[in-house]
């Protein structure tokens, strides 16, 4: 059984930093691509960064590019999302999502994932 959490959300002054992790048990470590996502009130989910499963980060959210950074240690089962410069609209639910997948691929769109977990929320005041 998979499972997929989240944790490491809270609430930060605009301009500070917050590290989101995700664990993803029940998966094969390298076998699998992972995803952040996020969800503000009224708002579509939307894609804001994804990483291969081999580690190489491939995409990320215009509005976050050089202030996000994901990576994976695949030895722990765990993603990251360093969240630095953070601005009041940053401020959502962020989710994590995997997808089992032999390519070495991942995609910044929420259909292609297969397993979420519940999120964690990010609140940035200003």
């Known amino acids: 059984q998979v499972h997929v959490v989240e944790s490491g959300g809270g609430l930060v002054q605009a301009g500070g930093s917050l590290r989101l992790s995700c664990t993803a048990s029940?998966?094969?470590?390298?076998?699998?691509?992972m995803a952040w996502f996020r969800q503000a009130p009224g708002k579509e989910r939307e894609g804001v960064s994804c990483?291969?499963?081999?580690?190489?980060?491939?995409y990320y959210l215009d509005s976050v590019k050089g202030r996000f950074t994901i990576s994976r240690d695949n030895a722990k089962n765990t993603v990251y999302l360093q969240m630095n410069s953070l601005k009041p609209e940053d401020t959502a639910m962020y989710y994590c999502?995997?997808?089992?997948?032999?390519?070495?691929?991942?995609?910044?769109?929420?259909?292609?994932?297969?397993?979420w977990g519940q999120g964690t929320q990010v609140t940035v005041s200003s």
């Open positions: 029940g998966l094969t470590p390298d076998g699998y691509a």
């Open positions: 999502a995997a997808r089992e997948t032999k390519y070495d691929l991942c995609s910044g769109v929420v259909g292609f994932y297969t397993y």
């Open positions: 990483i291969r499963r081999t580690g190489i980060e491939t």
